[in-house]
């Protein structure tokens, strides 16, 4: 258990409304990551963050902006919600030192209706 | 950017049986991690292997970075291997980890 929280772990919502989605991790690890998972596409990374106020963008980031005021806290925001952003959202920390593992949230199942 | 994959992209098999299952990528790269995405959506942490051989239970990994693939190894497959897994990245130099589009695994009792 690396100490991860999401929040929400779903949610419904219409289109054209504003989301955040949640990162919540208590061990102080530097890196922090958001992906997508839909069916055909594996994990696709959307945004990381490399320290507080440090962010930079992934392979799909159009849509969405993230922050970083907190080193435990790392918020995936999509500022008008579309069907295209249906997805299941994972955010992800990454272990300094020798190993630099991934590791990953329990998800968030986000609906855009 | 680098490129991850994964062969084969589905694979059944009959309890008991063994299976390899491949990823390549086309780059160096600072680290490689398979997971195993359960049924249930949760991501496993099976193995960190950047280079060489590790060996847990009934799996084990081979990376062999010089050739720029790894494998995963499942002996006497059970039932509760079903899912998908996944290759995953980090290319030298920097901070994103890359995934492969997965192998979908189904263990028939």
């Known amino acids: 258990d690396a100490g991860i929280t999401q929040s929400p772990r779903h949610k419904v919502t219409e289109t054209g409304t504003p989301v955040t989605l949640r990162c919540h991790q208590t061990?102080?690890?530097?890196?922090m990551y958001w992906y997508r998972q839909d069916p055909g596409h594996g994990l696709r990374l959307i945004h990381y963050s490399y320290g507080v106020k440090d962010t930079d963008k992934g392979e799909v980031s159009d849509g969405y902006s993230v922050s970083r005021s907190k080193t435990e806290d790392f918020l995936l925001t999509l500022e008008s919600a579309t069907s295209s952003q249906t997805s299941v959202y994972f955010c992800a920390i990454r272990t300094e030192g020798g190993t630099g593992e991934l590791f990953f949230g329990e998800g968030s199942r986000l609906t855009v209706l | 950017g680098i490129q991850v994959e994964q062969s084969p992209p589905d694979l059944i098999l009959q309890e008991g049986a063994n299976s390899t299952l491949r990823c390549n990528f086309s780059d160096s790269v600072n680290n490689l991690q398979w997971f195993h995405q359960n049924p249930w959506g949760q991501l496993i942490n099976l193995f960190y292997?950047?280079?060489g051989t590790k060996q847990n239970g009934r799996l084990s990994a081979t990376t062999v970075a010089t050739e720029r693939y790894s494998l995963l190894y499942i002996s006497s497959s059970q039932t509760t291997d079903s899912g998908v897994y996944f290759c995953?990245?980090?290319?030298?130099?920097?901070?994103?980890?890359?995934f492969g589009a997965g192998t979908r695994l189904f263990v028939k009792a």
């Open positions: 061990e102080n690890h530097r890196y």
């Open positions: 995953a990245v980090l290319n030298t130099g920097g901070f994103k980890t890359i």
């Open positions: 292997i950047p280079s």
